[in-house]
């Protein structure tokens, strides 16, 4: 199933939480919401799911207009940041849920619930509850609670956000495998760039409700839209007017075109790269990476006095100050 | 950390210091000489007077046509009362959380009236608003409703107590997963919302039901106590007193404790039984 | 609709079962004017089951919040056996009617009771005299300010109180300069209710005091004992003092509740 959000507004008051966002999911793609707290982007997420509904503007699923429509008529599966595990049923029953309430069968409710539980490895734990669960296996009873009545789109609310890094990492990995077996349009918030980079097919970057770009994450590193982009995705810093990325600054004794005073205030060999802490004219800091190799031919020292200059110089709409 | 291993946190017993167990000893040789005096003492003295006629004295009170439907009179109503109190303070206490009007402050202030009207007072007023000269017409004095309405009164606050804070930690996430899911409205309140608000309605239930069986001052003038129709167990008691019969009112007396207790322990062996999924 | 029904249930029922009663009392007590009114409060009778009130009321408080701190303290931050029969015992006065609060009290100090003969040997009278009611009194509202510290307490947690101990202060020391002042709402508010239960109690104290007007009257029973004798407008009158202190003490109660068990 396609989405389609049309200069969608949402305000809470005076506060303005999706500002004009217009964006649109591909049926069976991978797209993550990516923005700091405050961006909108769960905000927009429950908008699609119907928990919330726009001030203006409208949603699209599959082409037919569903801005008003209740959440039980969508056929979306939503995970919760915090699970919102029914905890007065077992894991069995959480999984269930979706199908009794469709009143199906019996038998293809027993069928479809073990066909789940295998799929996210807690058959063993079928008869448990909420609460005799790590965080981690709660939100894999989530998912296989949202994917039982095989919902036509996934939204997933920052699924990993309250779960400790290990854990975060392993199930980052899985959603990815999960989605190239399932195929469903799924559609995830978070504010960690990595785990968006990471995971997604396709990212759209929120910022104070408004969208800054839609894009693959190549294009989104090496192409951002502005310096918002630029400075979520990654390290970028200011080199006379120029915003540039750390692998990106050549540092030379000579002064050239373009180029910047800079102090070396510490020098890190990490691994096979070399991390070199600036400071510019103004004090303002600077972090360059070289390689080692690189290293080893400028032969740096704490404290000496080097130019540093953009050594590619990026799309002129990337340096807007 | 430790929670998510599957490891219990464990806190290290620390050895009190001797300073500290003689202020335990001290403190705890207060509490209990207090306690003893005030309340065991006289406790101890109803249940072995009750006693003070042998089985078949007690027997011959509490099988009396009078004390039975006292009894009666008392464990209908408080049930009644009980059950319409569960009801309604659900509904109020769901109000008084989830919706929001001008004002909402205000109720949720009035609720703990009958805790603070002393109860006499409380019989009164409405036997001036539902008695004879009521201003609107409505005439329940001396009528077994007349116990129901006074015992409505003192018992509101509790369900409505115990039910808003199971309320407010209620995870509304849940119910939106719900929605999600499929259930409609009030799928979700049946198989959601209800069950996790159970355990709390119980609580106050109970505690409505032991309130209500031992009420005296709301009913006392309300009802116009008359033996067989409106009495209720604890005017019976009050009478047998006045008549001479102490031990007459410690058998029926005990009766009633017993009640009491056996209403405390069999909601709060249901409790126990609806929270084992909290229990990891 | 969905959301105007269970309001306007809930609104409703709470006029029909609280307020409207209440209202009540304010309207029958001045619907003959202000001096009838006046002359049945200053009656010796009304004055004296004022004073008595109070008296018993003064006597109960401060020992129930005593009693409360101290065991609400040794329940929660110390280990004994028996903490489970304590907690029941401090709670048995919510459980029970006051009739048998009355009528154990009776069997105790009377007559005929355990401490009867003893009591009439040496001349002094507890029951059907203000004693009696004391007693009654507090027993009644022993578990309100224990109840509302007991929660406060377990929430707080000791690390303050194992704070001012590595800082060289002394077990009493550390109580009353750290426990007693975390715990002061929670105290002021089981005193407020405490009080509510002295100034309402009715029960028990018909049975322990005699009913003597003028001698062995609380307030409450004085409304009773006006209503019995139709002394309607002396009834009302006591009603209505006691009305507004409970209003008074529902504002201090909804101003100082513990914010767990607030809306």
Known sequence: ?321 | MADALGIAAVRPRRAAPRGERLGTSLTLGVVTTFLGIVVVLPIAALVWQSKGQGAHGFWSVVSSPEAVAALELTLGAAVVVALINGVLGTITAWVLVRDSFPGRSLVNAVIDLPFALPTIVAGLTLLALYGPSSPVGVDVAFTRAAVVLALLFVTLPFVVRTVQPVLHELDVEMEEAARSLGAREPTVFRRIVLPNLLPGILSGVALALARAVGEIGAVVIISGNNPYRTEVASVFVMNRIESGDPAGAAAVAVVLLCIAFAILLAIGGLRFLLTRHERA | MRRFLPRVVALGYLLVVLLAPLGMVFYRTFQHGAAPVWTAISSPEAVHAFELTLLVTAIAVPLNTVFGICAAFAIVRRRFPGKGLLNAFIDLPLAISPVVVGLSLYLLYGRTGWFGSWLTAHGIQVLFAWPAIALATVFVSVPFVAREVVPTLRELGDDQEQAARTLGASGWQTFRRVTLPSIRWAVVYGVVLTTARCLGEYGAVAIVSGRVAGKTETMTLLVDDDYQNFDLSGAYAAALVLAAIAVVVLVVMTLTKPKEEAA
């Open chain 1, 1 to 321: 199933m396609s989405i389609e959000i049309r200069h969608v507004t949402k305000r809470f008051g005076d506060f303005t939480a999706v500002d004009d966002v217009s964006l649109e999911v591909a049926s069976g793609s991978l797209t993550a919401l990516l923005g700091p707290s405050g961006s909108g982007k769960s905000t927009l997420l429950r908008i699609v799911a119907g928990l919330e509904f726009p001030d203006c503007g409208e949603v699209l699923l599959s082409g037919r207009d569903a801005t008003g429509l209740a959440p039980q008529k969508r056929e979306v599966g939503f995970v919760f940041q915090h699970y919102a595990a029914f905890k007065h049923m077992t894991v069995r029953d959480n999984v269930a849920f979706g199908l009794r309430v469709r009143k199906r069968p019996k038998a293809e409710i027993a069928a479809r619930v073990d066909e789940l539980l295998t799929l996210v490895g807690l058959q063993a734990y079928a008869k448990r509850y909420p609460a005799q669960l790590s965080g981690g296996q709660r939100q894999r009873m989530a998912l296989a609670r949202a994917l039982a009545p095989k919902p036509r789109v996934l939204l997933l609310d920052e699924p990993f956000g309250a779960l400790d890094a290990r854990v975060r990492a392993e199930l980052r990995d899985w959603l990815r495998r999960l989605h190239e077996e399932v195929h469903v349009t799924t559609v995830f918030v978070t504010h960690d760039q990595e785990e968006a980079m990471e995971v997604a097919d396709r990212v759209a970057v929120l910022n104070e409700g408004r969208l800054e770009q839609v894009a693959s994450p190549l294009e989104l590193y090496d192409e951002p839209a502005s310096e918002f982009v630029m400075r979520f995705v990654g390290d970028a810093h200011r080199i006379g007017g120029r915003l540039v990325r750390p692998y990106e600054i050549a540092l030379e004794r000579e002064p050239d075109d373009g180029a910047v005073e800079v102090e070396v205030e510490r020098i890190r060999v990490l691994g096979a790269e070399a991390r070199i802490d600036l400071v510019d004219g103004s004090g303002a800091p600077l972090v360059a990476r070289l390689r080692r190799d690189e290293l080893e031919q400028l032969g740096l020292e704490r404290g000496e006095i080097l130019w540093a200059r953009p050594e590619r110089a990026l799309a002129a709409t990337a340096a807007r100050p």
